[in-house]
């Protein structure tokens, strides 16, 4: 008998879940709401219809399913055999025709959340690889979905926006992406500021850095090197322009 409740009791991973949850949710939405002559059109990524981000969302969900079978099995999977291989399915993917397409994203964020669901409790700290080759507890796999689902639900230029994606989420984001710019030396002498908060980050402890402020959406969206809602600030004067963010992924 399948259990039908996660097997996690940890109240922290299942909120993690939830908000994996609820992103799955949110781009399925924008996804139906799309038809199959707009899926066509054209995503904001570059080289990307919402075809590719369809395709793209539907493989990730196979492969972090992957990985939730080797923190199962102990059995290593990985998440795709090689990185022409990730490349080579989304453009197969984006070829299928639009039911095949929306059966993609569905079956597999079904499978996913199965994996996740009956995963048992002490097999969430299983050590498995991310695509990058960092070796992380299976229960990081909920934050990888989760910033896939949320991030491209925007994508899908369909009317969603970064203010669409919760706070918390919003936040982890931001904390991911300028410690991969801290990891490879891009945030010297940039400091991000999210306005009517405390939070600051980037380099901090730059003297006169350019600073970056916003609303975290706004902030998030401009890290992530999709918008230009900030206010950037040189030797105190604005900038007309904020420069572009460093690259992150
Ligand atoms: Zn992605």
């Known amino acids: ?30 996804l139906n709401e799309l038809t199959d002559a707009e899926l066509d059109g054209g995503s904001l990524l570059p080289g990307w219809t919402r075809r590719h981000i369809v395709a793209h969302v539907g493989y990730n969900a196979r492969a972090i399913a992957r990985l939730i079978e080797w923190a199962a099995t102990g059995v290593e999977t990985p998440m795709y055999s090689s990185p022409e291989a990730r490349n080579h399915e989304i453009e197969f993917g984006a070829t299928l025709s639009p039911i095949a397409l929306r ?47 949320w991030m491209h639900a925007v994508d899908l230029d369909n009317g969603a926006t970064f203010n ?10 931001l904390t991911d992406i300028t410690g991969a710019w801290h990891t490879r030396g891009m945030d010297q002498g940039l400091l991000v500021k999210v306005t009517g908060t405390d939070l600051a ?38 900038l007309h322009d904020a420069p572009a963010a460093p690259k992150w992924i």
Do not use: C
């Open 1 to 30: 008998m399948v259990a039908r409740h996660d097997q996690t009791k940890d109240p922290r991973l299942q909120e993690q879940l939830l908000q994996a949850r609820r992103g799955t949710a949110f781009f399925a939405r924008k």
């Open 103 to 149: 059966h993609l994203f569905d079956h597999s964020a079904v499978h996913l959340n199965v994996e996740w669901r009956d995963l048992p409790a002490d097999a969430w700290h299983h050590k498995v690889k991310t695509v990058q080759g960092r070796t992380v507890p299976a229960e990081e796999t909920v934050w990888m979905r989760t910033r896939e689902v």
């Open 164 to 173: 669409d994606i919760p706070a918390p989420v919003l936040e982890r984001l």
């Open 201 to 238: 980050f980037g380099d901090t402890r730059a003297a006169n850095p350019t600073v970056i402020s916003g609303p975290l959406a706004a902030v998030v969206e401009w890290a992530a090197g999709r918008g230009s809602g900030v206010t950037a600030v040189r030797k105190s004067a604005a």
